[in-house]
């Protein structure tokens, strides 16, 4: 089933390229809620609230910009574009945000203090609270993001997206056009990784 949606992601982007109009609204369709939910994450992140309008402004910018430059063509893994399209998202937020002079009113909050405290204990069992002293808090978040960045590129989308953004599978399911039990396939494999990478803090 992965194999299948990897291979038609991969297709649908090759298309795009070309200019295919059926096929640039299939990705829109596909993705448009993934790229909306990037941009509040992110934006949220740094403490920046917008409202609804704004952020279809940069949704709009976004898709527009991918369309007019023909970003797509430097998509490597392009049966990845649903982990370039967040992160890509999340640019497009923060330097909407640097235009309009909002970005810097806020720090971005740590993975520590965005993840639940049973999630956190479910990776590092060792941390039955959270940390109060902040620079032990800022060097676990440190580990614990280096930890996420040894994931592959959609293990590590799903897996920040129901730990740091606290969605449920069948919200990612949805946002990621997956079977709710592939998601929950990959966040249980994701937070084996996580233990085990993260192992010598328990």
């Given at each position: 089933?992965?194999?299948?949606?990897?291979?038609?992601?991969?297709?649908?982007?090759?298309?795009?390229?070309?200019?295919?109009?059926?096929?640039?609204?299939?990705?829109?369709?596909?993705?448009?809620?993934?790229?909306?939910?990037?941009?509040?994450?992110?934006?949220?992140?740094?403490?920046?609230?917008?409202?609804?309008?704004?952020?279809?402004?940069?949704?709009?910018?976004?898709?527009?910009?991918?369309?007019?430059?023909?970003?797509?063509?430097?998509?490597?893994?392009?049966?990845?574009?649903?982990?370039?399209?967040?992160?890509?998202?999340?640019?497009?937020?923060?330097?909407?945000?640097?235009?309009?002079?909002?970005?810097?009113?806020?720090?971005?909050?740590?993975?520590?203090?965005?993840m639940?405290?049973?999630?956190?204990?479910?990776?590092?069992?060792?941390?039955?609270?959270?940390?109060?002293?902040?620079?032990?808090?800022?060097?676990?978040?440190?580990?614990?993001?280096?930890?996420?960045?040894?994931?592959?590129?959609?293990e590590r989308?799903?897996?920040?997206?129901?730990?740091?953004?606290?969605?449920?599978?069948?919200?990612?399911?949805?946002?990621l056009?997956?079977?709710?039990?592939?998601?929950?396939?990959?966040?249980?494999?994701?937070?084996?990784?996580?233990?085990?990478?993260?192992?010598?803090?328990?």
């Amino acid at each position: 089933m992965d194999k299948g949606t990897r291979a038609s992601d991969s297709e649908l982007v090759e298309r795009c390229i070309e200019k295919d109009l059926t096929a640039w609204a299939q990705l829109i369709k596909k993705y448009s809620r993934l790229i909306y939910v990037s941009i509040v994450n992110r934006l949220k992140a740094h403490g920046i609230s917008l409202s609804h309008h704004d952020i279809e402004d940069i949704r709009q910018n976004l898709l527009a910009g991918l369309w007019e430059g023909d970003k797509l063509q430097g998509v490597r893994n392009r049966a990845s574009i649903a982990y370039w399209l967040a992160i890509v998202s999340g640019n497009e937020a923060m330097e909407y945000a640097g235009s309009r002079r909002l970005y810097g009113a806020g720090q971005p909050a740590s993975a520590i203090e965005k993840m639940e405290q049973d999630e956190l204990a479910e990776i590092v069992p060792s941390l039955a609270q959270k940390p109060s002293d902040a620079l032990i808090k800022d060097e676990l978040s440190n580990r614990i993001e280096e930890a996420f960045e040894t994931l592959p590129d959609k293990e590590r989308l799903i897996i920040k997206l129901n730990l740091l953004y606290d969605k449920k599978y069948h919200e990612i399911a949805d946002m990621l056009g997956m079977p709710p039990g592939t998601i929950s396939s990959y966040i249980k494999r994701a937070k084996e990784k996580l233990r085990s990478e993260l192992k010598d803090l328990s």
